[in-house]
């Protein structure tokens, strides 16, 4: 009996790139034909430039006459809040200007010297995002190269996000990224965390306020936390505590959340489910941390 070989596995449509520069020319040297080949590409739609304004001027610059064929993206614009809301906005520039199966070329660079590099914290929330990337975009026949510029994104950063990229010869497993992240312990709740009777709407709302987040923000924030509650519930207790704006809430269940795209998956529809509302928190919240328990979860939500 002849043994058939293996087939090979079938690669992902997601071509996630990166490139790492330390001067303009280096910069120019690998942008401009990256954004040449997405002109190239048949039946795709212009290549989008989303990088530092000094960097779109050197491009539009250096483009000459097809600047005008290249949308030009002040990164400040695209990566506007939390890592969440960056795949919310990489998923709608997709449903809306992508040609089929999301066929467009994306230049981007993270805004490593602003909100993604100010701390640790943010910055791990950044490389899972671009580790999650190439499990939640892979049926997408986008091509994306993440620029990283040495000048404000730091060697720790660098060395991380490599490992994120297929095409740098030491990308590993986006799942196993996520659980070395979340292998990190939270800081234990403070002492005076104030228990809740149960996650509902009005108490979250009414207890948020007199720590001194504003009426909409405080109606936000309560949104967030019984979406949460409903998505990961059972709930068996609740803890909140902080002052405005970082006010916290601290949700432990009694079902493990092992899945590391929970939340990251963009729903089908604006009419979200009961099932997708740890999704509407990560869109409102700066910070949602889940932890597996092994009996069941932690779900901590951070509101700025």
């Not at 981007?108 to 943010?122: D, F, H, K, Q």
């Not at 950063?157 to 990224?177: K, L, M, Q, S, W």
């Not at 990560?282 to 889940?290: E, S």
Request: glycine letters at 6%; one cysteine or more.
């Amino acid at each position: 009996m002849t043994h058939q070989p293996e087939p090979a596995p079938t690669p992902h449509p997601f071509d996630h790139r990166m490139t790492v520069f330390g001067a303009d020319d280096d910069f120019l040297a690998t942008a401009l034909p990256f954004l040449t080949e997405g002109l190239a590409a048949t039946n795709e739609p212009p290549p989008v430039a989303i990088a530092a304004p000094d960097k779109l001027d050197l491009l539009h610059h250096a483009l000459g006459p097809d600047a005008k064929n290249v949308a030009l993206v002040p990164h400040t614009d695209w990566y506007s809040g939390s890592a969440a809301n960056a795949v919310a906005q990489g998923a709608g520039y997709l449903a809306a200007h992508a040609a089929p199966t999301g066929r467009i070329h994306l230049l981007m660079e993270p805004v490593w010297n602003g909100r993604a590099g100010r701390s640790p914290r943010e910055s791990a929330e950044w490389i899972r995002y671009e580790a999650l990337a190439n499990l939640l975009f892979a049926p997408f026949a986008t091509t994306a190269l993440c620029a990283y510029d040495t000048r404000t994104a730091g060697p720790a950063i660098i060395d991380a996000a490599r490992r994120t990229h297929p095409d740098t010869g030491v990308y590993e497993d986006p799942a196993r990224i996520a659980a070395e992240l979340d292998a990190v312990p939270l800081p234990p709740p403070p002492a005076d965390a104030e228990p809740l009777a149960r996650p509902d709407a009005e108490g979250v709302r009414r207890r948020a306020r007199a720590r001194g987040l504003a009426v909409a923000d405080a109606e936000l924030f309560a949104e967030s936390v019984t979406a949460a509650a409903a998505s990961v519930g059972p709930v068996t207790s609740t803890l909140l505590w902080g002052e405005a704006p970082s006010c916290v809430c601290e949700l432990r269940t009694a079902r493990r959340v092992d899945d590391p795209l929970a939340g990251f998956v963009p729903p089908p529809t604006d009419e979200l489910e009961p099932a997708q509302g740890l999704w509407f928190a990560r869109q409102v919240c700066a910070y949602v941390d889940v932890r597996d328990e092994g009996a069941g979860s932690t779900v901590r939500l951070q509101y700025a």
